[in-house]
């Protein structure tokens, strides 16, 4: 089974202080380095069957990741290989296809490896990056129209 899920934090958390700031200046005009890297941080958690490649104590940039995710969706829909990689730290996430499958492998430590079928993977990458894209608008409803944001609308 793929788990790929995020929690919210709470506004006046540490983390929660990232959503808070996006509501400083006009949404459409954030640059995307900002969207990507500054605000909307997450804890997240990505796991095939038991194997951690993200735990809930990992904490990202929820737009940069669906980005991501996103552009891992289309490699994969297109029997390519994919992969995420972090600003925050070193680590690739390598996707490999194999035939209908997906082999998931981290570059950190080589020995955390999964397979899952690649239908399965898509739809839960889609699916995350569908919601990522409705909680921030959601919290934010005029990031809308934010160019960076809406780019993770291609998964609808």
């Known amino acids: 089974m793929v788990i790929?899920?995020?929690?919210v934090p709470d506004v006046d958390s540490v983390l929660?202080?990232?959503?808070?700031?996006?509501?400083?200046?006009?949404a459409r005009s954030i640059k995307d380095v900002t969207i990507r890297y500054k605000l909307f941080?997450?804890?997240?958690?990505?796991?095939i069957d038991g194997v951690k490649f993200l735990s809930k104590s990992s904490f990202v940039p929820l737009?940069?990741?669906?980005?991501?995710?996103?552009g891992v969706v289309d490699r994969l829909a297109s029997d390519?290989?994919?992969?995420?990689?972090f600003t925050e730290?070193?680590?690739v996430i390598k996707f490999v296809v194999s035939g209908q499958n997906v082999e998931v492998v981290s570059s950190k430590n080589p020995a955390t490896t999964a397979t899952a079928k690649k239908a399965e993977m898509i739809d839960a990458l889609t699916s995350f990056v569908r919601r990522a894209h409705d909680s921030v608008v959601t919290f934010h409803p005029?990031?809308?129209?934010?160019?960076?944001?809406?780019?993770?609308?291609?998964?609808?």
């Open 4 to 7: 790929v899920d995020f929690v």
């Open 16 to 26: 929660g202080r990232s959503w808070v700031k996006s509501l400083e200046g006009e």
């Open 41 to 47: 941080y997450s804890q997240v958690e990505f796991s």
């Open 63 to 70: 737009v940069d990741l669906g980005l991501g995710m996103s």
């Open 80 to 85: 390519s290989d994919g992969a995420l990689d």
């Open 89 to 91: 730290h070193d680590e």
């Open 142 to 156: 005029a990031m809308s129209e934010n160019a960076t944001v809406a780019r993770l609308r291609h998964a609808e």
